[in-house]
């Protein structure tokens, strides 16, 4: 894996229950090429990297409530460049969280500006999924 660099926090927020937060815990280690992320738990973190390339990408610090429940304290995205779509960047990151993580079946948020050749090629290439999609209202 390779370290986690600069980072800009996102306004990623969520709550999970005590059950949630132990299916978190667990995270993601991938066994096929079709999946995509390797995702751990460490020191309250959740710590997203890409599977082929080890590259950190995202990192969710979690708030554990004394029943056991849980909530986002903080998230970040690593990038030394302004982010132009951060509510697209927040969605993908809810998509990973829950669908990964905690089977939820969100739909894959696609952005308007995206232009793929063929529908599911982006969420392919991003997650190795194969989930209904939904188009993001331009904010």
């Given amino acids: 894996m390779k370290p986690f660099g600069r980072a800009i926090e996102i306004p990623y927020s969520d709550n999970f ?3 949630e937060y ?13 999946e995509k992320w390797f995702i751990y738990f460490e020191d309250h973190e959740l710590h997203f990297h890409r599977g082929w390339t080890g590259q950190g990408i995202f990192r969710v610090e979690l708030q554990e409530e004394e029943s056991g429940d849980a909530s986002v304290k903080r998230a970040l995205f690593a990038t030394d460049e302004a982010v132009s779509d951060m509510v697209h960047l927040v969605e993908l990151l ?8 905690l089977d939820r079946r969100l739909p894959f948020p696609r952005s308007m500006s995206s232009s793929e050749p063929a529908p599911g090629v982006i969420q392919h290439s991003f997650s190795g999924t194969g989930y209904p999609e939904k188009t993001l209202d331009k904010k």
């Fill in 17 to 19: 229950t005590a059950e």
């Fill in 22 to 34: 132990a299916r978190l815990k667990r995270g993601l280690i991938p066994e096929a090429m079709e």
């Fill in 94 to 101: 809810r998509f990973l969280v829950g669908n990964l993580l």
